[in-house]
């Protein structure tokens, strides 16, 4: 069998895993990287060379710089200022989108992302607006942004190496911006004037409670003398009943501890505060014995108690007339009967207006968050992963497609985009949320950071820029130099520098590189270009760039876009050289498209992460997107040939 029949049947396979979604990508690349080894399509010696190459460098410094500015507190103050610009929705979407659209050219467009959806969402809760509404919009800014720079987006950087393969000279830092920002503007004008209209609204989930109806669940229970509860730790608890229900607090002698924070054994008169439904009620009263509210002995000895209280109350009221009592009152600076009436009235009326609104969940440390595509929590259930015991977290709840699930917590299986409710201690919160892979969607303290670090972190960056720019230093080393030193100077602890640098997007670049030369050492590109030119043979080259663009664009939709680039790339040159024509437009239609996944949630992880906390589902993404598909298209193929003549 020819070699590169059997390059189409693995790349068949892999494209089939990524768009089937079982496994994730990473694992389907390695997959098709060492299934490539085994047919004899990439030499068994250089199978690993892709995870020193130059893409795979500048990427993961590129991550560790993103998370560097979070640290040092630039793009806090960028955030900080989007909060005032009040509550009309056209001000609230120029502002957020544009902010990501901008940052997006400078950092990861994921991290650019996940720094403002929080913002994005406080600003939902505090002017009453819909998420769907701004969360879309400002996904797609974030994919937009990437264009206009080397480093914005990944294919960019696949792009830019691959031409220096070709032709020996990288694209350089700023060589994507005429097209890139070109295309960014005309894609935010579409956003900002029109695309929003087009996107579904769904309403009611913004707060954490419409999203989960939390109050209408957390209920107090009881520790009676004969309950099985009795003298049992909540890890034994739970084991009784088989069932992961969070218990949020315990409450004794009036004092309350949080649920993931108490590890002693229950106790009679013990409250348990918790989240549980009807069913999950009468499994904690036949299994647990535990009761709800205060028993009937309780009750009628705390009213003896009261009575005999108001009993000695009345008898030493009756000793002295009224009026003395009063008098003695105003003279000794004391309130007299009439103020402690009003008084006693206020603070029963308080006590009413408290009991009324629920139980209250102050001080239990609920943050929200939505898992990643690349989380360890997808498709791993929540006994599974232990999240109490190796995390130190209680599941509260779980919404998906903007709903609370009501199944049983135990037996649902994470999907990405997923939003947790879960409970913790806050020191380690934002340590464990980043190792599960989840990204906490909680209003953030936004903080302005040490002015000495905020301005070491620019000043490392800048120099990185310009090195770059006078060509010193390749990209991938000036960038690798510049994550260096922010971590030796300590603008980024090296604990969360190793946090930063996405491992799913390594390994699956450090895979894909060899497949992909694979598919031009074996013949396969020039034979898809042949059937390409063929197709197109009597159209001119530029219908053909068009082809290339848009078949790109419907391969970014349901694949990684760094997959995507490291396939079309070789496809592309051969076009090219089919055509005798210059390399540079048709690599750069790649790069472009590439990275113009606008028609499903799975395209990209920016459209995954807002899919659970905006309520979309997934045929809303198209409503928007297509129409932004054809805008990108229009304006970038006229740039393109501007820029970059054939």
């Known amino acids: 069998m020819a070699e590169s029949t059997l390059v189409f049947i693995v790349l068949g396979l892999t494209l089939a895993a990524f768009v089937w979604g079982r496994f994730r990508y990473d694992l389907v690349a390695l997959a098709a990287l060492l299934g490539s080894v085994m ?25 560790v710089l993103s998370r560097a500015f979070e640290r040092s507190g630039v793009v806090d103050v960028i955030a900080d200022q989007v909060f005032k610009v ?16 901008v940052l997006s050219g400078f950092m990861n467009n994921v991290g650019a992302l996940a720094l403002l959806l929080p913002v994005a969402m406080r600003l939902a809760r505090e002017h009453d607006t819909s998420p769907s509404l701004l969360l879309m919009p400002l996904a797609f800014g974030s994919l937009l942004g990437g264009l206009t720079t080397l480093i914005g987006t990944p294919p960019n950087i696949i792009i830019a190496s691959y031409r220096g393969s070709v032709t020996g000279e990288n694209f350089g830092l700023f060589s994507f911006t005429p097209v890139g920002a070109a295309v960014a503007l005309a894609g935010f004008a579409f956003i900002l004037l029109i695309g929003w209209r087009l996107v579904p609204l769904r309403a009611g989930k913004a707060s954490t409670e419409a999203m989960f109806d939390t109050a209408n669940y957390l209920v107090e229970l009881r520790v009676g003398e004969e309950a099985k509860a009795n003298g049992l730790t909540l890890r034994e608890l739970q084991q009784e009943l088989e069932e992961t229900i969070p218990v949020l607090a315990v409450v004794r002698d009036d004092k309350r501890r949080a649920g993931h924070a108490f590890f002693g054994t229950l106790q009679e008169g013990d ?25 009937a002995e309780d009750e009628e000895k705390e009213a003896e108690e009261q009575a005999a209280r108001e009993q000695q109350k009345a008898a030493k009221r009756a000793e002295r007339p009224q009026e003395k009592r009063d008098e003695e009152s105003e003279r000794d600076g004391k309130p007299s009967k009439k103020a402690k ?14 009991e009324k609104s629920g139980v209250d969940t102050e001080g239990l440390q609920l943050v929200e968050a939505v898992v990643r595509n690349d989380s360890m929590m997808v498709n791993h259930t929540v006994t599974q992963l232990r999240l109490h015991n190796q995390f130190g977290l209680h599941l509260v709840a779980v919404a998906r497609d903007g709903g609370r699930l009501k199944q049983r917590l135990r037996e649902i299986r994470f999907r990405p985009g997923d939003v947790l409710l879960l409970q913790g201690g806050e020191s380690e919160l934002s340590e464990s949320l980043a190792t599960l892979g989840c990204l906490p969607l909680a209003s953030r303290n936004l903080t302005l950071g040490q002015p000495r670090m905020l301005l070491a972190s620019i000043a490392i960056f800048a120099a990185a820029i310009v090195a770059i720019l006078l060509g010193l230093l390749p990209a991938a080393v000036a960038l690798s130099s510049a994550a260096l030193v922010s971590l030796m100077v300590g603008v980024l602890p090296l604990r969360e520098g190793y946090q930063a640098i996405d491992g799913p997007v390594i390994v699956l670049l450090g895979a894909m590189i060899p497949v992909g030369q694979a598919l031009e050492s074996s013949g396969g590109a020039a034979l898809i270009a042949e059937a ?10 530029v219908v053909t760039l068009i082809g290339l663009f848009v078949l790109t664009m419907m391969l970014s939709d349901v694949i990684n876009n760094a997959a995507a680039a490291v396939l079309m790339a070789p496809i592309a040159v051969s076009l090219a050289n089919g055509f005798d024509a210059s390399v540079d437009p048709f690599l750069m239609a790649v790069a472009v498209s590439a990275s113009c996944a606008f028609l499903t949630p799975i395209g990209h992880q920016s459209n995954t992460l807002v899919m659970g906390p905006g309520g979309y589902r ?9 129409p932004l598909e054809v805008v990108v298209v229009a304006v970038a193929i006229p740039m393109i040939l501007l820029v970059w003549p054939l």
Do not use: C, N
């Open 341 to 354: 009436q009003e008084k006693q009235e206020k603070q029963e009326k308080q006590e009413k207006q408290e």
């Open 618 to 626: 997934f045929g809303d993404y198209w409503r928007m997107g297509l």
């Open 86 to 101: 009040g509550e009309r929705l056209f001000l609230q979407l120029a502002a957020l989108t544009g902010t990501v659209v």
């Open 532 to 541: 390409m030119l063929v197709w197109g043979g009597q159209w001119p080259a």
């Open 39 to 63: 047919l004899g399509l990439v030499p068994g010696e250089e199978a690993f060379l892709g995870f020193g190459h130059p893409a795979v460098i500048t990427v993961a410094a590129v991550l």
């Open 271 to 295: 409250i348990l505060l918790l989240e549980a439904g009807p069913e999950e009620m009468k499994l904690l009263e036949d299994k647990a014995g535990l009761s709800l509210g205060k028993d």
